[in-house]
């Protein structure tokens, strides 16, 4: 799917607010599409751009939250695996549909997964919405296991590029599995850590829009 990719297995446990920030200072940069993987310094729950605020907090309780820059629902975070992908605008696969790149993203998911012994499919059909909450609302090219939703994404393209944001509902998914995953989507990995600059940008970015009240209860 890309002709190379820049993979940061981020193993700092980050507030959500940073979390998001960093997403964005990565995408601003990014030359060549980027995979991170990232942990959750609390339990969490994070919330599309769309999401009104209320029903966030209904279904977080205790736990921290924050409103992403992508859409999709509520999704809780710190058993998960949380990652994102920056796509540049410079990158061929920009020029894809936003749906195109959400299946394939998935379908490389799933296989692997499937290379750890998890068996899943991709979802065919939109289901009808019961409610906010990510995990209870399948959409096409979400990932399935049994009955129950496993894999799921939010997006948001601009001019200079689209940001992918993906949870996977099983904790402790071992080094074999991220490797795979990234080797599915293009031949040509190469390892990173974030530059400093970049977080930098990004602690900024965080305490001046995703962790101001001004931002989470913007709906």
């Known amino acids: 799917m890309f002709s190379e990719l820049i993979v940061i297995d981020d193993p700092t446990p980050r507030s959500g607010p940073l979390n998001m920030a960093i997403d964005e200072a990565l995408l601003s940069t990014a030359r060549s599409a980027i995979l991170r993987f990232y942990r959750w310094s609390v339990p969490s729950v994070s919330f599309g751009y769309f999401v009104k605020f209320g029903e966030a907090l209904e279904i977080a309780g205790n736990r921290a ?6 859409g999709g629902g509520i999704v809780p975070h ?4 949380t ?4 796509i540049g605008s410079n990158d061929d696969a920009f020029a ?3 749906k195109i790149i959400y299946q394939r993203v998935h379908f490389a998911l799933g296989n692997a997964l499937r290379e750890i012994g998890i068996v899943s499919a991709l979802v065919q059909k939109e289901a009808t919405k019961i409610s906010d909450a990510c995990f209870a609302n399948p959409v096409v090219s979400d990932l399935m296991e049994g009955s129950g939703k496993i894999a799921g994404a939010a997006q948001r393209k601009t001019r200079g590029g689209l940001l992918h944001q993906g949870s996977i509902q099983r ?4 080094e074999r599995f991220r490797n ?5 989507l293009s031949n040509r990995i190469i390892a990173a850590e974030i530059d400093v ?3 930098s940008m990004a602690e900024e970015l965080a305490a001046t829009k995703y962790a101001t009240d ?6």
């Open 180 to 184: 795979a995953f990234a080797n599915l």
């Open 214 to 219: 001004a931002w989470l209860r913007r709906r």
């Open 197 to 199: 600059a970049v977080l």
């Open 78 to 81: 710190g058993e998960d695996l």
């Open 171 to 174: 904790g402790n998914l071992e």
């Open 83 to 86: 990652y994102s992908i920056m």
């Open 96 to 98: 894809l549909a936003s």
């Open 65 to 70: 939250t924050v409103r992403r820059w992508t």
